[in-house]
């Protein structure tokens, strides 16, 4: 069995067909998908798929490209959110400078409040960091200072040294299918060499399909593919990086097991 840890159900290219959707990622083996929010307007419908689907949780959050359209949403009003049954993580929240599709300093502001609702709920904490390394690094090492809280860098991209830093503070780190892209050799070195305690495995769908589904919309059934590319990059067998990611998972996202 796999675990898509992030994926977006309720985004256009799935949502059309939501149900076809879920039953090829059944089919495909996936057992649990976590539905990630990215703004205050879909917290409802995203809360709504997961009490539908046994299969499927959710979480709240703000993305960073949301930031500016959201400076009401605070601590109180994230941790008010995650009280439900169904809601598992906060986020994905973190830094993007690669877009700077919202202020800066107000991304990491609402980064800072997402991380003190990770603390006082006790919920993992799902972390994008786009061309930002050095101030995402930053922030969680100055908010672990505060008070403990755990995580998830999704859909990795930055550096080894960056990965190694952030396991270094108790996070997992999350490899989707850009992996299996052509020109993801830094990424492939780094996804290699990771504890396998450390790792969990995602779509990010509907975005960055793996290889052999470059082009068409992703969905959560191609976690899978990136799966069997893990393994054989690691040397591991299948069977064991699912079990392993799988374990990850639910220790880590432990208000879903």
Known sequence: ??????????????????QNVLE??????????LNIAT????????????????????????????????????????????????????GETGLDYYYDHSDRERQQRSFRAHIAASRETG????VHTRDAEEDTLAIMRDEMGKGAYG????????????????????????????VTFRNARDLQETAARLPLESLLIETDSPFLAPVPHRGKPCEPAFV???ARFLANLRGES????????????????????
């Open 123 to 126: 919920l993992p904490l799902i």
């Open 151 to 178: 995580g998830v860098i999704h859909c990795f991209t930055a550096s080894g040294a960056f990965a190694d830093a952030a396991m270094e503070l108790g996070f997992l780190i999350s490899i989707s299918g850009i």
């Open 224 to 226: 899978a593919d990136t």
């Open 24 to 33: 090829r990622a059944r089919g495909a083996g996936i057992g649990l998908m």
């Open 39 to 90: 703004r205050e307007s879909e917290w409802d419908d995203v809360l709504d798929t997961a009490l539908r689907e046994p299969d499927v949780w959710a979480t709240v959050g703000i993305h960073p490209h949301e930031a500016d359209e959201h400076p009401h949403v605070d601590t109180a009003k994230l941790v008010g959110r995650a009280s439900h049954p169904r809601i598992v993580g906060i």
């Open 238 to 257: 299948v069977e064991q990086l699912a079990e392993a990611t799988s374990a990850n998972f639910r220790k880590l996202f432990s208000k879903a097991a």
């Open 1 to 18: 069995m796999f675990i898509d840890s992030h994926c977006h159900l309720n985004y256009k290219g799935l949502i059309e067909d939501q």
